[in-house]
Nanobody, 120 residues
Framework: QVLLVESGGGLVQAGGSLGLSCAASGRTFTSYAMGWFRQAPGKEREFVAGIGGGTIYADSVKGRFTISRDNAKNTVYLQMSSLKPEDTAVYYC????????????????WGQGTQVTVSS
């Protein structure tokens, strides 16, 4: 089992960039697919990006966000660029044993989230 802790959230102007990190603890990190999700107030949680047996991205962030992982550091990253106000949300890191999927219901382990606010 792994524990997930997100960091890197903050305030950024539209068009700017921001990088998020998710540190995982546990001996089975490499066996997990890692995903980033986000949720804005009054909206459903949505998939952003995932990595594990490949990478996948939501259409809304494709070309702007990049997910990567450093297994030696047990860390997954989300590099965000060309940020838009609609990217404002709490971003969550999640882990799933097996291959990556965009279905949040398949992820059993979640971090507490980090706030990303994009101002206009």
């Amino acid at each position: 089992q792994v524990l997930l802790v997100e960091s890197g959230g903050g305030l950024v102007q539209a068009g700017g960039s921001l990088g998020l990190s998710c540190a995982a603890s546990g001996r089975t990190f490499t066996s997990y697919a890692m995903g980033w999700f986000r949720q804005a107030p009054g909206k459903e949680r949505e998939f952003v990006a995932g990595i594990g047996g490949g990478t996948i991205y939501a259409d809304s962030v494709k070309g702007r966000f990049t997910i990567s992982r450093d297994n030696a550091k047990n860390t997954v990253y989300l590099q965000m660029s060309s940020l838009k106000p609609e990217d404002t949300a709490v971003y969550y890191c999640a882990a799933r044993f097996g291959f990556i999927t965009s279905n949040g219901n398949e992820f059993a382990l979640w971090g507490q989230g980090t706030q990303v606010t994009v101002s206009s």
